[in-house]
């Protein structure tokens, strides 16, 4: 059977609990969470939007669709890998810590990224970068060999391109 990643975008009414019985659904059943991010959207209509990565089988992803479907704080699922173009990106913190040439090699990458510095000391730094996953984890397999210290991932958050919404 093919495993397939898929992203899925699930707007819920922004109370206690929802992403506790979300995620409830996910580990009740065995299913795996590879990314999850979740922020109010609409502060007047009281939602939040849960953008979710997971993997499995075509019939496991329709079964998680379903059952997310049915519970009671969920207002819509869409699932962003089928239901045409979208957007995806995670932010990372990146700490590397080094000296000498090294840093000056750490510093010449993070521009060809395009990583921000938003912390320096005398022997490290931290970067701050957006982009996709894939973009991500360039940067900080570059980075593991000139001393990378620490990374802070955000997880992925996603909607449709164009001029409809999810």
Same mark, same amino acid.
């Given at each position: 059977?093919?495993?397939?990643?898929?992203?899925?975008?699930?707007?819920?009414?922004?109370?206690?609990?929802?992403?506790?019985?979300?995620?409830?659904?996910?580990?009740?059943?065995?299913?795996? $969470?590879?990314?999850?991010?979740?922020?109010?959207?609409?502060?007047?209509?009281?939602?939040?939007?849960?953008?979710?990565?997971?993997?499995?089988?075509?019939? $496991?992803?329709?079964?998680?669709?379903?059952?997310?479907? #049915?519970?009671?704080?969920?207002?819509?699922?869409?699932?962003?890998?089928?239901?045409?173009?979208?957007?995806? #990106?995670?932010?990372?913190?990146?700490?590397?810590?080094?000296?000498?040439?090294?840093?000056?090699?750490?510093?010449?990458?993070?521009?060809?990224?395009?990583?921000?510095?938003? =912390?320096?000391? $005398?022997?490290?730094?931290?970067?701050?970068?957006?982009?996709?996953?894939?973009?991500?984890?360039?940067?900080?397999?570059?980075?593991?060999?000139?001393?990378?210290? =620490?990374?802070?991932?955000?997880?992925?958050?996603?909607?449709?391109?164009?001029?409809?919404?999810?």
């Amino acid at each position: 059977m093919t495993i397939e990643r898929h992203t899925m975008s699930v707007l819920v009414d922004n109370e206690a609990g929802v992403l506790a019985r979300v995620i409830g659904l996910f580990s009740g059943r065995g299913y795996n $969470i590879e990314s999850l991010t979740v922020a109010e959207v609409d502060a007047a209509q009281h939602l939040s939007r849960i953008t979710v990565v997971t993997s499995g089988t075509p019939m $496991i992803i329709e079964q998680i669709k379903n059952q997310l479907q #049915r519970l009671v704080p969920v207002h819509s699922v869409t699932d962003l890998t089928v239901e045409g173009p979208s957007l995806e #990106r995670e932010m990372a913190l990146v700490k590397v810590v080094g000296t000498g040439e090294k840093r000056v090699e750490s510093l010449r990458i993070a521009d060809i990224f395009r990583a921000r510095v938003v =912390d320096s000391t $005398i022997e490290s730094f931290v970067f701050e970068m957006t982009g996709s996953t894939e973009k991500l984890n360039a940067f900080i397999g570059l980075m593991q060999p000139l001393g990378l210290a =620490d990374v802070s991932r955000t997880g992925i958050v996603a909607m449709k391109r164009g001029t409809e919404s999810n």
